[in-house]
């Protein structure tokens, strides 16, 4: 009952040459694809207006990498939630480990972007995960139950959020935890929800895996229970990667 979402994060990097990418996965989204699993690429900033434009008629998603919870104003070098929705985003990523270790963000300040995001009609994919230390001292799960209850606005709808457990050890490293270890955190995750926002929203919203995800390993990953999709850093800067991703979900 809950569709599949691979997802795209290209974090700081490409520039207009990468917009080939988009028109090659969308070449490969077939129809029948379509129809078993979303797919979603959030470019920088500085493509999000072309890449819309690209995307038109594949069926790709566009969205955001982060935004400002303010709705205007004297905030030099952010961006509003309404305007990426102007430029064709409908989901914005916040609270990734990069920006809560880069530019300090906290649990409050998350919900208060994911917030702006939802107001904007836009769907938040709120970002959680524990550090190798957290792990090692067996404190994952609280750390990540705390920031799924400090990050998620009361009331949403399962429409209105995905969340994506990205522990920060297996970003970018080739690491993973075991196939155990993810199912223990997202089935969490979801009784996390499910006290927050009952049951049948914990039923229908969205859990996805992040971290050193390929075509190779996608396929186990993606068949755990409460993993329903993926998101993806460095397998999604080339088509062909990210497309194994998208075919394994
Ligand atoms: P990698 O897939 O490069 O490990 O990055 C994961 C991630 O941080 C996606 O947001």
Redesign the pocket.
């Known amino acids: 009952m809950r569709k599949p979402l691979v997802a795209g994060?290209w974090?700081m990097n490409g520039t207009r040459a990468s917009l080939n990418e988009i028109v090659e996965m969308g070449k490969a989204y077939s129809l029948a694809l379509r129809g078993k699993v979303d797919m979603l690429i959030a470019p920088p900033s500085t493509l999000l207006y072309t890449a819309s434009a690209v995307a038109l008629g594949t069926g790709i998603a566009i969205g955001a990498q982060d935004c400002h919870a303010g709705a205007a104003g004297a905030h030099t070098g952010d961006l509003a939630a309404s305007q990426l929705f102007d430029v064709g985003a409908s989901a914005v990523?916040v609270g990734?480990?990069?920006r809560r270790a880069d530019h300090g963000e906290t649990d409050t300040q998350v919900k208060a972007k994911a917030e702006a995001v939802i107001a904007q009609g836009m769907v938040a994919i709120i970002?959680v995960g524990e550090t190798k230390a957290q792990r090692e001292a067996g404190k994952a799960l609280a750390v990540v139950g705390k920031q799924v209850k400090g990050s998620i606005p009361a009331g949403v709808s399962a429409d209105q959020v995905v969340i994506?457990y990205?522990p920060v050890w297996?970003?970018?490293?080739g690491l993973t935890p075991t196939l155990a270890d993810i199912a223990e955190v997202h089935a969490d995750i979801r009784k996390t929800i499910a006290r927050l926002l009952g049951k049948e929203t914990a039923a229908k919203m969205r859990i996805l895996y992040?971290?050193?995800?390929k075509p190779n390993n996608a396929k186990d990953i993606l068949g755990l229970a409460d993993v329903d999709g993926a998101?993806?850093?460095?397998?999604?800067l080339k088509a062909s990667d990210f497309m194994g991703i998208v075919e394994a979900a």
């Open positions: 994060n974090k990523i990734h480990s990069e970002c994506a990205e297996a970003i970018g490293t992040g971290g050193s995800v998101l993806v850093g460095g397998a999604s």
